[in-house]
């Protein structure tokens, strides 16, 4: 059974960067395509960028365009958060979904919260002065 735990978040500044992690166990990361997701109080959970299993596609919501990169390694994955705003305030999640290593699927990610069956618990991410 793969099981994800999210660390990195904390209290920055507007302007400010963080980087969370996404540390794999039980698996290897290797065989998953990973996603994060935020959801704030009230509001639907929210796709922000993912990554395939073959490393060479992501994604990035509008939102976090330009500000946010995803990567990953064998082990873990990480989003790096740039040029936070008070509005990234949220609870982060990354999640993980098995990918055959061929076919379509290998080289695609998306970031629609059904496509995951693997979410770690969360981390979160204030954004304040």
């Known amino acids: 059974q793969l099981q994800l735990v999210e660390s990195g978040g904390g209290l920055v500044q507007p302007g400010g960067s963080l980087r969370l992690s996404c540390a794999a166990s039980?698996?290897?990361?290797?065989?998953?395509?990973v996603a994060w997701f935020r959801q704030a109080p009230g509001k639907e959970r929210e796709g922000i960028s993912c990554?395939?299993?073959?490393?060479?596609s992501t994604y990035y919501a509008d939102s976090v365009k330009g500000r946010f990169t995803i990567s990953r390694d064998s082990a873990a994955a990480f989003l790096q958060m740039n040029s936070l705003k008070p509005e990234d305030t949220t609870i982060y999640y990354c999640?993980?979904?098995?990918?055959?290593?061929?076919?379509?699927?290998?080289?695609?990610?998306?970031?629609?919260?059904?496509?995951?069956?693997?979410w770690g618990q969360g981390t979160q991410v204030t954004v304040s002065s």
């Open positions: 990554i395939s299993r073959s490393h060479r």
């Open positions: 039980g698996l290897p990361l290797d065989a998953y395509a």
């Open positions: 999640a993980a979904v098995w990918r055959a290593p061929f076919g379509s699927q290998f080289g695609v990610c998306v970031a629609s919260e059904d496509g995951y069956n693997f």
